[in-house]
């Protein structure tokens, strides 16, 4: 069993839409949990991140964790075709920096 | 604005040959690190340093090598290279657990 689970999609909805992307983990060590957002030919960026669980909100984008289902999401609201990237969540624990990613979500928004 | 810069966009090799792919970084970051990305697996951690001249196995250490000389720059080097290298090549660095900061990749062919 992989230590995150991600749907790579692809997703598909039209401009307007608000979309929902997911991960689960199995590792309780996780304190960090983060969105991270990849446009074709680019870098991962980071979009968002969490600190233990919670919601998170930056414009369009919130982010949620429940710790206790092991299970996080992130939202955008009224999704635009710029948001059209793959979308990888990314877990690390306090001790140090190594992160694990999922296979990453792959959206488009459709104008 | 932090800058991650690679050696090559893209990379074409021949089976047996030694690979050497360059990461410099220009935020004085402690920690860099080197992943490979597939369709389906995400990204996966192949080594990281977190310190000059030291290095830490991630993932998937076997069949690659790292140099990290000074503090900006750190190399990923494939003694003998061979098909199933074939990926896309991602370096990062990082001060804080929860942020890491891509380049724009290699993407390596290996023939």
């Known amino acids: 069993q992989k230590e995150v689970e991600q749907d790579p999609g692809p997703l598909s909805v039209p401009e307007g839409a608000i979309v929902s992307l997911n991960c689960t983990y199995s590792?309780?060590?996780?304190?960090?949990f983060m969105w991270y957002r990849q446009y074709s030919r680019k870098g991962p960026e980071l979009l968002m991140y969490?600190?233990?669980?919670g919601n998170k909100e930056d414009g369009r984008f919130t982010a949620q964790v429940d710790k206790s289902s092991k299970y996080i999401s992130l939202f955008i609201r009224d999704s635009q075709p710029s948001d059209s990237a793959t979308y990888l969540c990314?877990?690390?624990?306090?001790?140090?920096?190594?992160?694990?990613f999922g296979a990453g979500t792959r959206l488009f928004v459709k104008a | 604005d932090v800058k991650v810069t690679q050696s090559s966009r893209y990379l074409v090799k021949r089976t047996g040959e030694k690979v050497f792919l360059e990461c410099v970084q220009d935020?004085?970051?402690?920690?860099m690190f080197w992943y490979r990305q597939d369709p389906g697996l995400g990204l996966r951690l192949i080594y990281f340093?977190?310190?000059?001249?030291?290095?830490e196995k991630g993932d998937i250490p076997e069949g690659y090598s790292v140099s990290r000389e000074k503090k900006e720059r750190f190399s990923l080097i494939l003694e003998s290279a061979s098909t199933n290298q074939t990926s896309m090549y991602l370096c990062?660095?990082?001060?804080?657990?929860?942020?890491?900061?891509f380049g724009p990749g290699t993407r390596l062919t290996v023939t």
């Open positions: 990062a660095s990082s001060s804080r657990t929860y942020e890491q900061y």
């Open positions: 590792n309780s060590a996780f304190q960090y």
């Open positions: 969490t600190y233990s669980s």
């Open positions: 990314a877990m690390s624990g306090t001790g140090g920096f190594k992160t694990i």
């Open positions: 935020m004085d970051h402690e920690n």
């Open positions: 340093s977190y310190d000059v001249k030291m290095k």
